[in-house]
């Protein structure tokens, strides 16, 4: 079973992800902050992380950052799910090292194909 880690500070958004993600039989754990982000990965060590972009205190690219720089968490690949949707976000989001980009309102079989393409990595 996928371990997966939704972050988001919208409850509405960490629902809807949520349901995409058990739906194909994967675990879900979530998060609605960057340094919380930060703590349940360091913990949990899930097999890929959903990361919002937007978000009080920490952004998701600062958290994406602090991930890829920490020796327990730096494998684990990031999927950027963010409502900006424009291609400096999208470039940016690849520097900060996430493994794909995807915009809200998301589209459920888009989403489903980055995490498993982040899986088989």
Do not use: C
Request: hydrophobic share 45%; no cysteine; proline share 4%.
């Amino acid at each position: 079973m996928v371990k997966v880690l939704i972050v988001d500070d919208s409850p509405v958004h960490i629902f809807m992800l949520k349901k995409m993600v058990e739906e194909l039989g994967h675990e879900t754990l979530t998060a609605e902050s960057g340094d919380q982000a930060l703590k349940i990965a360091r913990e949990e060590q899930p097999n890929v992380i959903l990361m919002d972009v937007v978000m009080p205190g920490m952004s998701g690219f600062q958290a994406t950052r602090k991930l890829s720089k920490d020796q327990s968490t730096h494998d684990i690949p990031v999927i950027f799910v963010s409502s900006r949707d424009g291609e400096a976000d999208r470039i940016w989001g690849m520097r900060q090292g996430a493994i794909a980009y995807v915009t809200k309102p998301v589209n459920a079989e888009t989403l489903l194909a980055a995490i498993s393409d982040a899986i088989a990595v």
